[in-house]
């Protein structure tokens, strides 16, 4: 049976950066909070660098759009979406403004990384959001493997087709966190983090500096120092493999700065910038 159309409201968390499989060719993974029902969305495919500029959003705007609950990925909150009919409905807060994405974001946080991992087991949860509590290490690992030949002809096609398509770069380097949750029992956790930004960042100090190794640095750096912050809040947002459901991945990380003299916790009631129910 196929799954009845639904009209979504989706508050954008989670871009990864572009992949390319011989089924979709290049698609991201987008997720977000279905502002509506509270709960986390998966939309995919996206072929974002396809869409036409109004249908095309930025992370923490609000989009509108049609999709139906996914045929082939049984994880609860996945759907697949009509990519053509996305509306950017609310523009992004501004960083300033970040107490109406905790209003979102933090009734749905866990309390563990270890606790996603159980609720997976006991009803398929796929993502999540929490506050890592400690963080080990950030790993860097060179990867210079180039596209398999099947890819590599999707993406040529692509940019015969569409002429001011720049090709999708494949980032030579993977970058991961090694960090503990605040589970008590936890053993540690050793994710890849795969955000768009974090990929769009490597990219952007290479060509500023002219230089990979001051462009890993400047990575490095960024992801410990400035998303570690004394004065920030750092939360991890998680999501699963559709292949590999035990291995669970950094989809992105918020990081707004502490609220109040003593530092993070809820935000103070009423104080979300909501969207109206419909």
């Not at 196929?2 to 989706?10: N, Q």
């Not at 930025?58 to 509306?87: C, F, M, N, V």
């Not at 050793?190 to 955000?195: A, P, V, W």
């Not at 590999?244 to 502490?258: A, Q």
Request: proline share 9%; glycine share 8%; aromatic share 10%.
């Amino acid at each position: 049976m196929v799954a009845p159309i639904e009209t979504l409201r989706v508050l954008v968390t989670v871009k990864a950066y572009p992949a390319v499989g011989k089924k979709h060719g290049e698609a991201v993974c987008v997720a977000g909070i279905d502002v509506d029902a509270r709960r986390w969305i998966r939309l995919y495919p996206v072929p974002f660098r396809d869409l036409p500029d109004p249908n095309r959003f930025q992370k923490y705007e609000t989009i509108e759009l049609r999709a139906r609950k996914a045929a082939t990925d049984p994880r609860p909150e996945s759907y697949t979406p009509d990519t053509g009919s996305i509306k950017v409905i609310r523009k992004r807060l501004p960083g300033g403004k970040a107490r109406g994405r905790r209003a979102y974001v933090e009734p749905l946080e866990s309390a563990s990384m270890c606790e996603i991992r159980r609720r997976r087991e006991a009803d398929g949860t796929s993502l999540g959001v929490f506050r890592p509590a400690e963080l080990v290490d950030f790993l860097v690992e060179e990867d210079r493997t180039p596209w398999d030949p099947e890819k590599q002809v999707r993406i040529d096609q692509t940019s015969l087709l569409m002429p001011g398509k720049t090709a999708l770069e494949k980032v030579p380097y993977r970058f991961r966190y090694v960090y503990r949750c605040a589970d008590p029992d936890c053993n540690g956790h050793r994710q890849m983090i795969i955000d768009w930004e974090i990929g769009a960042s490597f990219r952007r100090f290479r060509d500023r500096y002219g230089s990979e190794e001051r462009a890993v640095e400047e990575v490095q750096r960024k992801w410990t120092e400035e998303l570690w912050g004394p004065n920030r809040d750092t939360f991890f947002y998680t999501g699963n493999h559709h292949d590999n459901p035990d291995g669970f991945l950094v989809l992105g990380v918020f990081w707004p700065e502490k609220l109040g003299p003593t530092g993070g916790g809820p935000s103070p009631a009423g104080q979300g910038e909501l969207l109206p129910p419909r």
